[in-house]
């Protein structure tokens, strides 16, 4: 069965400073990885995905992301936070086409970045 | 959020009775979905639909039903026979289940039984 770990419910960091949330994944094929923010109260929105290619995928709001087959892990990544990034963080996986897993989205249990002035 | 809405954003309902949730995307998706969301949970799926007249059950479907009558439209009834149904209910569409596509979300319904 597929499924996505955030191993962190919380993260800090100050404003200006670099942040990573991480996220690892359990496939049994190849994973189509997705993460996805949500500010209070709202739905959520689809920040960056991979698929296939090139292991740094860029997204929105200067987010990126780094997938690592390795170590199975696909963690979330900006060079310099801002207070508006203060959110709630989703990291989702679906099995690829060469596994057995299903084709739903199986989503990780969040993790809330706040971003200190 | 896109083009899916969902209303109404809070729903107050007593226990024992049904209620209906509407979730329209005006995206032009083929599937379509309906999450739980629950503090420290992360979203659970209930029930996904890929087309017209068909769906089919997610992680925690029991208590819940949905109808697919229309390519526009998926709307979710809480039963009274779901033990906890005090959640945020999300709505999310895409192209198409089962390949690489992400899923759009609408900005969700806060349903309150007492």
């Known amino acids: 069965a597929q499924s996505v770990a955030q191993p962190e419910d919380q993260v800090n960091v100050a404003e200006g400073n670099p942040l990573t949330v991480k996220c690892t994944y359990s496939v049994s094929g190849n994973p189509y990885l997705f993460w996805y923010v949500q500010y209070p109260n709202r739905g959520l929105q689809f920040l960056l995905k991979y698929i296939t290619g090139d292991n740094l995928v860029k997204g929105s709001y200067g987010f990126e992301a780094e997938f690592n087959k390795s170590q199975t892990s696909f963690h979330l990544k900006k060079p310099s936070a801002l207070v508006s990034d203060s959110a709630l963080y989703f990291c989702?996986?679906?099995?690829?086409?060469?596994?057995?897993?299903?084709?739903?989205?199986?989503f990780g249990k969040g993790t809330k970045l706040s971003v200190i002035p | 959020d896109g083009g899916i809405t969902q209303s109404p954003k809070y729903l107050f309902r007593k226990e024992g009775q049904n209620v209906t949730l509407s979730c329209e995307q005006n995206?032009?998706?083929?599937?379509m979905y309906w999450y739980r969301q629950d503090p420290g949970q992360g979203l659970r799926l209930i029930y996904y639909s890929q087309i017209v007249n068909d769906f089919q059950k997610g992680d925690i479907a029991e208590g819940y039903s949905v109808s697919r009558e229309k390519k526009e439209s998926f709307p979710l009834t809480v039963t009274s026979a779901q033990k906890n149904p005090t959640a945020f209910y999300l709505c999310a569409s895409s192209y198409l289940a089962g390949v690489s596509n992400e899923q759009y979300f609408g900005p969700g319904t806060r349903l309150t039984v007492t």
């Open positions: 989702a996986v679906r099995d690829g086409p060469t596994g057995a897993g299903s084709y739903q989205l199986t």
């Open positions: 995206l032009n998706h083929d599937a």
